[in-house]
């Protein structure tokens, strides 16, 4: 173990409840590298065996790129989904250890019978989460119907096509402005000055947070979202829960403040459709509105940041499709996104907990049983992509799992992220046509989020 993953092991935990873990460079070089060959992947790792691998340890997450997809290839072929023993943690008691749903078909049959592959224990982390979590970070995600159906049905009535149309508008603006500022500024970190600032300032828009807001939500998003990074929050686990916890009190505070000020004054945003949303009667309670904020914008921001940034990086490691792209970005853009999606998956994975006796793959899950949907190997299986780990922006079809695979937990925000990273892509390659990444990102080491936490990048020439 390096002292990196060391000192973050006991920690591991955290990741998953929308917490990633801290950052370090990874070894992108050879996932370049592997790609210029053309051989199967497990192929070029013919050291890796199942035994080698352990979804619970830190380390893994850590490994290159390329190595992690040999990884995954090995548990793909296994007979049987691949059983883990969970991590301890420091606020539960270790639970029963988990089954690795790591197939393509897997994925999609788990999600799509969500009566016995229930969310309502916890989809977002791997072991249960502590009571106190739920006030905050409880919300559709981590429910069944009838509660899940019942808050999707209230929130779905806010995304109405109106405020969709509102959302493209501000996108386009908002993406517009960054790239004004990137221009008067000059190259440097792309996360923090193009991929980060574009969610964030939208979800605030649609919100109607005002200005004087944002640094307060960054800071409270990056505290969420951050959970094991040192820059950002305690190395003290205790500490650390306490940073979360207030963190999500801010921002309930937040929103709560806003939703009592809009029902006198009802502003034309998503907190006012959300808290005036009635559907036969039913309205979204103050604590349901706090946790469907804290959702969205956690769920928006960080996921949507890191599909811009991978973007960024893959169409530098594959400048045959950055060419192609920029040939006809109105014909190709649509398949691209998709493409880029599936590529990145910047959420690897979502839980299920078991409800009764049910037989997929040829193995009997029983009552209790957990098993982890990983989008992030469902995406590379060999078996429903040809040559997956090569971006090709004209696949098609496409039926990637990078938003969730059909059923009821389908990505709520999937049309908004597919508008900010088409939308960004245009800016940037139209404006600057020659940015690149300027070396290796500086990756988060988290199970649960494909991030990057830095990426230089040069404007060419
Ligand atoms: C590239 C960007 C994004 C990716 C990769 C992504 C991925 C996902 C995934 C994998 C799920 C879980 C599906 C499941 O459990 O079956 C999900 C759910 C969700 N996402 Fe996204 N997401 C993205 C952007 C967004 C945005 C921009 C928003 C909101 C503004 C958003 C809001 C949500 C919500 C509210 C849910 C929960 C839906 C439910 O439980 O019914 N996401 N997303």
């Given at each position: 173990m390096t002292e990196t993953t060391r000192a973050f092991a006991g920690r591991r935990a955290w990741e998953g409840a929308w917490l990633p873990a801290a950052g370090r460079l990874c070894d992108y070089g050879t996932d370049r590298e592997a790609r210029q060959k053309v051989v199967p992947v497990t192929a070029q790792y013919p050291a890796i065996s199942a035994a080698d691998i352990d979804l619970s340890d830190t380390e893994f997450w850590g490994w290159p790129l390329a190595e992690r997809r040999a990884a995954f290839a090995v548990l793909r072929a296994a007979e049987h989904p691949p059983f883990f023993a969970e991590p301890e943690t420091p606020f539960a008691e270790r639970g029963p250890g988990y089954y690795a749903l790591v197939r393509h078909a897997d994925v999609a049959e788990a999600s799509r019978l969500p009566e016995v592959f229930s969310?309502?224990?916890?989809?977002?982390?791997?072991?249960?989460?502590?009571?106190?979590?739920?006030?905050?970070?409880?919300?559709?995600?981590?429910?069944?119907?009838?509660?899940?159906?019942?808050?999707?049905?209230?929130?779905?009535?806010?995304?109405?096509?109106?405020?969709?149309?509102?959302?493209?508008?501000?996108?386009?603006?908002?993406a517009a402005t960054i790239m004004d500022?990137?221009?008067?500024?000059?190259?440097?970190?792309?996360?923090?000055?193009?991929?980060?600032?574009?969610?964030?300032?939208?979800?605030?828009?649609?919100?109607?947070?005002?200005?004087?807001?944002?640094?307060?939500?960054?800071?409270?998003?990056?505290?969420?979202?951050?959970?094991?990074?040192?820059?950002?929050?305690?190395?003290?686990?205790?500490?650390?829960?306490?940073?979360?916890?207030?963190?999500?009190?801010?921002?309930?505070?937040?929103?709560?403040?806003?939703?009592?000020?809009?029902?006198?004054?009802?502003?034309?945003?998503?907190?006012?459709?959300?808290?005036?949303?009635?559907?036969?009667?039913?309205?979204?309670?103050?604590a349901e509105l706090a946790s469907f904020f804290i959702l969205l914008v956690v769920a928006g921001n960080e996921t949507t940041r890191n599909a811009i940034s991978h973007s960024l990086m893959l169409l530098t490691d594959f400048p045959d499709q950055r060419e192609l792209l920029l040939a006809d970005f109105d014909g190709r853009i649509g398949t691209a996104v998709e493409e880029l999606v599936r590529y990145s998956s910047p959420v690897i994975f979502m839980r299920r907990t078991v409800t009764r006796d049910h037989r997929m793959n040829g193995h009997d899950f029983h009552e209790g049983d957990k098993a982890v949907l990983y989008y992030w190997s469902a995406n590379q299986d060999e078996t429903v992509f040809a040559d997956p780990a090569r971006l090709d922006i004209t696949r098609s079809p496409n039926p990637h799992v990078g938003f969730g695979a059909a059923g009821p937990h389908f990505c709520l925000g999937a049309h908004l992220a597919r508008r900010e990273v088409s939308v960004m892509l245009r800016e940037l390659l139209t404006r600057v046509p020659d940015i690149r990444a300027a070396g290796p990102p500086d990756r988060l080491l988290s199970s649960f989020i494909n991030g990057i936490k830095h990426l230089p990048c040069t404007f060419g020439g």
């Open positions: 969310s309502g224990q916890g989809a977002t982390s791997i072991p249960d989460l502590p009571a106190e979590f739920n006030e905050y970070f409880g919300s559709m995600i981590n429910m069944d119907d009838p509660r899940h159906g019942r808050l999707r049905r209230i929130v779905s009535r806010a995304f109405t096509p109106r405020m969709i149309k509102k959302f493209e508008g501000d996108v386009q603006q908002v500022d990137l221009l008067d500024r000059g190259p440097g970190d792309f996360v923090e000055h193009v991929a980060a600032r574009l969610p964030l300032t939208i979800i605030c828009q649609l919100m109607g947070i005002p200005d004087s807001r944002y640094d307060q939500v960054l800071r409270d998003t990056n505290i969420i979202l951050s959970g094991m990074d040192p820059d950002f929050i305690s190395e003290d686990p205790a500490q650390a829960v306490g940073q979360i916890l207030t963190a999500g009190a801010e921002l309930a505070e937040l929103v709560t403040g806003l939703a009592a000020d809009r029902a006198g004054r009802p502003g034309d945003d998503l907190v006012t459709a959300l808290a005036t949303a009635n559907i036969d009667g039913e309205q979204l309670t103050s």
